[in-house]
C-alpha cells in the first residue's frame, strides 16, 4: 500500500497564505493537488483490500466446504471400522455435520 502525503490533521490546519487578491492560487491548487493524489492512493488502497477480501472469503468457503467433506469421510470410516455407534449417536453426528454445513 501507498503511503499518503497528508495526514487528516494537516488537511484540517492548513492555513494558506494571502496576497493583495486573497489567497494564492498556486498555493492552494498545490494543496488541493496533494489532496487529489491522496484520494487516489486511498481509492487504490481500498479496492486492493476489497480484492484481498473477497479471495480470502472464497478461500474460507472451499476450506469449510473441504473440512465437511472429510469429517463425513471420518464418520463412514469410523462407523465401518466400529459397531459400538447407536442410531441415536448417527444421528447426532449427522444434525452436527447439517448445521456446520448450513449456518456457515
Do not use: H
Not at 494571502?18 to 488541493?32: A, C, I, Q, R, T
Not at 486511498?42 to 472469503?57: F, G, H, I, P, T
Not at 470410516?77 to 455407534?85: G, I, R
Request: proline share 2%; net charge negative.
Amino acid at each position: 500500500m501507498e503511503k499518503l502525503n497528508l495526514t487528516p490533521e494537516e488537511i484540517l490546519n492548513k492555513e494558506f497564505n494571502v496576497d493583495f487578491k486573497g489567497y494564492s492560487p498556486k498555493e492552494v491548487d498545490s494543496f488541493l493537488d496533494n489532496v487529489l493524489e491522496d484520494y487516489q492512493i486511498m481509492e487504490d488502497n481500498v479496492q486492493q483490500l476489497l480484492d484481498e477480501k473477497s479471495k480470502l472469503e472464497e478461500q474460507v468457503k472451499e476450506l469449510t466446504a473441504r473440512n465437511i467433506e472429510l469429517e463425513g469421510r471420518k464418520m463412514v470410516f469410523d462407523l465401518s471400522n466400529t459397531t459400538s455407534y447407536s442410531s441415536v449417536d448417527v444421528l447426532k453426528r449427522i444434525s452436527r455435520l447439517e448445521e456446520m454445513m448450513y449456518n456457515k
